[in-house]
């Protein structure tokens, strides 16, 4: 079945990278996504990769993708307190559904 | 523009009031959505409405109501509902049933 897999916590310095991992089931997702949600707030879409590519980078976002493996991991460089959230993993079942992880808390100490 | 908006931001109940919730886009998107999300836990999906008509109901119980009146407009409205009802409900879009999904802020839901 569809599942999707994440650690659930994640401690890091502020200024160093932090890289959050995700394992997935369905090899036929088109897109992986990952959302970020701040405490109170709704889901933002932070950044998504096509399934046909290996890696994707926007400013201080690196997404990379082993389709192999079914592993996605999204980098964030130069890591701020603002940074501090809960990170969705998520893959497009197809069929109109985002299928999520369990999300990982990040937190930035200063 | 990838917003969707939300009303209220808040609203407590009691558990037999009918209360309504609010969502809304602008981005020319037909396909919306309904989710609950319990504290640290992913959204759970409730309701897909595509070109305004409900596509996907995840069994949720009848006390839940979804109502689509135009392609930018989608409301949850709430009946008799249990304090475990209680939850941020989140609303998305997107260009069509299979897209990117963008989401609103919630409306945080507390049932007494």
């Known amino acids: 079945g569809e599942d999707v897999e994440q650690s659930l916590f994640l401690s890091v310095r502020e200024g160093d990278s932090s890289v959050i991992n995700c394992t997935y089931t369905?090899?036929?997702?088109?897109?992986l996504y990952w959302y970020k949600q701040e405490p109170g707030a709704g889901l933002q879409l932070l950044t998504y990769i096509f399934s046909n590519m290996d890696m994707k980078q926007d400013q201080r976002l690196t997404v990379l993708l082993n389709k192999k493996d079914k592993h996605l991991s999204l980098r964030i460089a130069d890591t701020q307190t603002g940074d501090s959230a809960i990170y969705f993993c998520a893959e497009d079942n197809q069929g109109g559904k985002l299928i999520f992880g369990q999300g990982t808390e990040l937190s930035v100490k200063p | 523009d990838t917003e969707v908006t939300q009303t209220p931001k808040h609203l407590v109940m009691g558990m037999t009031n009918k209360k309504s919730l609010k969502c809304e886009q602008h981005?020319?998107?037909?396909?919306m959505y309904w989710y609950k999300q319990k504290a640290k836990k992913p959204p759970e999906l409730m309701f897909v409405?595509?070109?305004?008509?409900?596509?996907i109901n995840e069994s949720v119980p009848s006390r839940f109501s979804p109502e689509c009146p135009n392609s930018s407009l989608l409301n949850l409205h709430l009946h008799a509902l249990q304090p475990e009802d209680s939850a941020l409900y989140l609303c998305?879009?997107?260009?069509?049933?299979?897209?990117?999904?963008?989401f609103g802020p919630g409306t945080r839901l507390t049932v007494l």
């Open positions: 981005m020319g998107h037909r396909a």
């Open positions: 409405y595509s070109y305004e008509k409900l596509s």
């Open positions: 369905d090899s036929s997702s088109t897109y």
């Open positions: 998305a879009s997107s260009q069509s049933g299979t897209d990117t999904q963008y």
